[in-house]
């Protein structure tokens, strides 16, 4: 038997976002998985692999190769791919299209903060950052929140009118602050290194979702935020000692570990809507997570070969 090679475009007409994010939630009912990132570099150009097995699942080994190089080529800056492995014997299962898996870890994990966290009747949506990222929010918060209005907002403004564009019904933010203020979800998705949304900007009943920051020294939100909100996040391991939105309000005594209320390997401990509180989610990643979304993918493909 041939082994299954799904393509980005096969994944996508799979897929569900609220389905999805439920198979994550599945994912975290196994055995904490365990997880190794490998690094190698040549001068700009680097390798990463990012690695997981969860009992009961299977293995994942998803390689990034990243040549910023290749932009002024006219080529993508990042390339790879996600080999999937049975759990009974080490076998290959599946080639997943990296660019599917990324998108989907991504937006879900995010989608699945969420909607354990945000108010359900949210009618207001807010993505700050205009990348590729944002696309994938639109999506998924747009099937998860039918009645919301989505708007982005981006330091360069001409980048988040292109993508309004290319997603008819959403809208632009000029203003920051009161984009903020009127939101009922806040989805940061920048590469920035120094707080973009502003603890003072937040009223009860927010959720706040980060997203972009995934280095020590990068930070989307600031101490005051961290100070009013109660905090979760999808995982203690990828986020609290790697991640700048945790690692330096941990090191300067702003937060204490117990702060951070709980993960997704908690997500019992999530509570329901709150009106008068902020809520505040990290999006950090982790191979696990990419693991849950290839098994899920294979899962789904599996039923339309059956089918045939």
């Not at 981006?154 to 997603?167: C, G, H, I, P, S």
């Amino acid at each position: 038997m041939s082994i299954p090679m799904i393509s980005f475009d096969e994944g996508e007409a799979l897929l569900d976002w609220v389905g999805f994010t439920q198979a994550l939630a599945r994912g975290h009912n196994l055995p904490k998985a365990e997880i190794g990132d490998t690094l190698l570099y040549r001068d700009a150009d680097t390798l990463l692999s990012r690695s997981a097995w969860i009992d009961g699942m299977g293995l994942a080994v998803k390689t990034a190769n990243i040549f910023p190089g290749n932009t002024a080529k006219g080529k993508p800056m990042i390339n790879g791919s996600v080999c999937l492995y049975s759990d009974q014997d080490g076998s290959l299962e599946a080639l997943v299209d990296f660019h599917l898996v990324t998108k989907w870890k991504t937006a879900g994990d995010s989608l699945l903060g969420a909607l354990r966290l945000a108010n359900p009747d949210s009618r207001e949506v807010l993505i700050v950052g205009a990348g590729t990222v944002a696309g994938s929010l639109i999506e998924a918060f747009g099937a998860a929140y039918p009645k919301a209005q989505i708007r982005v907002w981006n330091r360069t403004q001409a980048k988040a009118e292109e993508l309004v564009a290319d997603y008819p019904g959403t809208q632009l933010a000029t203003d920051l602050p009161a984009a903020v203020q009127a939101a009922d979800i806040i989805l940061t998705s920048t590469m920035s290194s120094t707080p973009v949304v502003l603890g003072d900007w937040l009223r009860p009943g927010q959720h706040l979702n980060l997203i972009g920051a995934y280095r020590p020294d990068m930070r989307e939100t600031d101490d005051v935020a961290l100070s009013r909100a109660q905090i979760y996040c999808d995982s203690f391991d990828t986020t609290l000692d790697h991640i700048g939105e945790f690692k330096t309000p941990l090191a300067e005594g702003v937060i204490q570990r117990s702060d951070v209320r709980a993960d997704f390997y908690r997500l019992d401990q999530f509570p329901s809507f709150d009106s008068d509180a902020i809520t505040l989610f990290k999006n950090g990643g982790g191979a696990h997570l990419d693991l849950m979304t290839s098994h899920h993918v294979l899962e789904k493909w599996k039923v339309t070969q059956n089918r045939d």
